[in-house]
């Protein structure tokens, strides 16, 4: 019989205290996600393309754009809370308590249109916006499954699905609307009774279907670091501020959506005061989606192979030549052709930037950090794509489209400095693309040779 060692020990126990309560590893498990990210893709895109139209209609144009917010601003709040709920519960709590808030305030704003009440629509919305903050952090809940070597493969598929609802959910909006009206509901209110299936159903599947990952327990022996213990949000972000790579891997995912959010929602504006039409506009949009969730496998297999660092300065590339492109597209004579490059362009390098992030944030933090931290960072980048789009309009009444395009250059500027830390730090990661020190990974099972450790 084969000795157990020192590291087979390390590999059982840190097994046995994983907390995260992740799917079941293979592609049963992703498979789930993949089906409950679909389902929520389609909630969110078939609320959302009319959210703006019903708030307008009850509460006037000035406050049309408070619709957004309200979703944007619930996401953020509700991405710690959910994330504190992983962490003691499992993920499966955590993604079906999201779902079950998303399908109230789909009600809410179904009731909110009957009675034609501003506050309860808003307070629906933001409600309703759960919804994305659970789509997003599936991808978490993938990586928890996954062998080291394949998170970030196995979080772009699953960021990927997003795709289908993202294309399908607007599609369904006239149908939606027109089904709604025969049921006596007031117009626009319809597009929100497909959303409250779509989340009942994502919530059916995920409390149903998905199972925590198999974890082996077997006696500890020698000391070991209490992993079961949870620590709050900032206590999470105080660590991350300390080790070069998941201070990359937060600042990264957060500038990255703030700069996609700066350029993106103005960019209709900008089209519109330039004579194009609503058709090209629509067409700029939906390449812009395709290049946020489409190419998201690609980027996974990157990271994966290269290194999710290598592959996060590629991303960070991909949104400065998106910005570039903008600013020229913006003097352009006709700039329809520039503009629709420039979208897909920083679609993509959001996707890069995402999943590459992410994948070094589950890489680099130790279990009792990592997913109170995965929860802070999307929080975090709620809350920054909330002021990139406050900040965009008067920035672009100011200064036109060239000045938007400037102002979402400068944003990137903290993502570069961090990675040129990174880089002087010597840390590993720098080196090899990974997000896990050496001795992490030894404390993972892994054995030092895989790191390139002696």
């Known amino acids: ?65 408070l619709g957004q917010a309200a979703g944007v601003l619930g996401a953020a709040v509700a ?31 179904v009731t909110a249109a009957v009675v034609s009440q501003l506050v309860v629509l808003l307070a629906g919305l933001a409600m309703f916006g759960v919804g ?4 997003l952090q599936s991808r978490y809940a993938a990586a928890d499954g996954a062998a080291p070597g394949a998170r970030a493969r196995t979080m772009s598929i ?37 959303s409250v299936v779509s989340f009942a159903l994502a919530g059916a599947v995920v409390a149903l279907f998905l199972r925590p990952a198999v974890r082996p327990s077997a006696p500890a022996t020698g000391p070991a670091t209490d992993s079961s213990r949870t620590v709050g949000a900032a206590t999470a972000l105080r660590w991350a501020a300390a080790h070069p790579v998941a201070r990359f891997a937060v600042v990264l995912v957060a500038v990255a959506h703030a700069t996609m959010v700066m350029v993106m929602v103005m960019t209709p504006l900008h089209m ?19 290049g946020m969730y489409a190419f998201s496998p690609v980027f996974g297999w990157l990271a994966d192979r290269l290194g999710a660092v290598r592959t996060a300065c590629a991303g960070m590339l991909m949104l400065v030549a998106a910005v570039v492109l903008g600013f020229v597209a913006a003097s352009a004579p006709e700039g329809s052709a520039l503009t629709a490059l420039a979208l897909t362009v920083l679609g993509m390098g959001w996707s890069a930037s995402m999943i590459s992030g992410s994948a070094l944030l589950t890489g680099a933090a130790p279990d009792h950090v990592r997913v109170p931290l995965q929860g802070a960072t ?67 099972g892994a054995h030092p040779a895989d790191t390139g450790s002696g």
């Open 378 to 444: 999307d929080a975090g980048m709620n809350y920054a794509g909330a002021a990139a789009a406050a900040l965009a309009g008067p920035i672009l009444a100011a200064g036109g489209f060239h000045a938007v395009n400037v102002a979402a250059a400068v944003i990137l500027v903290p993502a570069v400095a961090t990675a040129a830390v990174l880089r002087r730090s010597g840390s590993p990661a720098a080196g090899t693309g990974t997000g896990v020190r050496p001795e992490q990974a030894v404390g993972r």
């Open 158 to 194: 699953v960021i990927w699905a997003t795709t289908i609802g993202s294309v399908a959910g607007p599609n369904l909006s006239e149908v939606a609307d027109r089904l709604g009206r025969r049921l006596g509901l007031p117009g626009l209110a319809g597009p929100y009774l497909v």
């Open 1 to 65: 019989m084969r000795r157990e060692t020192g590291e087979d020990t390390r590999r059982v126990r840190t097994m046995s205290r994983d907390h995260s309560g992740g799917p079941k590893s293979g592609p049963h498990g992703i498979g789930i996600l993949v089906t409950g990210n679909l389902l929520g893709g389609v909630a969110v895109a078939s609320g959302f393309a009319v959210g703006g139209l019903l708030v307008e209609r009850i509460g006037g144009t000035a406050v049309a754009g």
């Open 132 to 135: 994305q903050a659970v789509n």
């Open 79 to 109: 991405a710690v809370p959910l994330a504190g709920v992983a962490a003691r519960h499992g993920r499966r709590r955590s993604l079906t308590l999201g779902y079950a808030i998303a399908v109230l305030g789909g009600v809410l704003i």
């Open 272 to 290: 519109q005061h330039h004579g194009m039409s609503l058709r090209l506009v629509g067409v700029v949009i939906s390449l812009h989606v395709l």
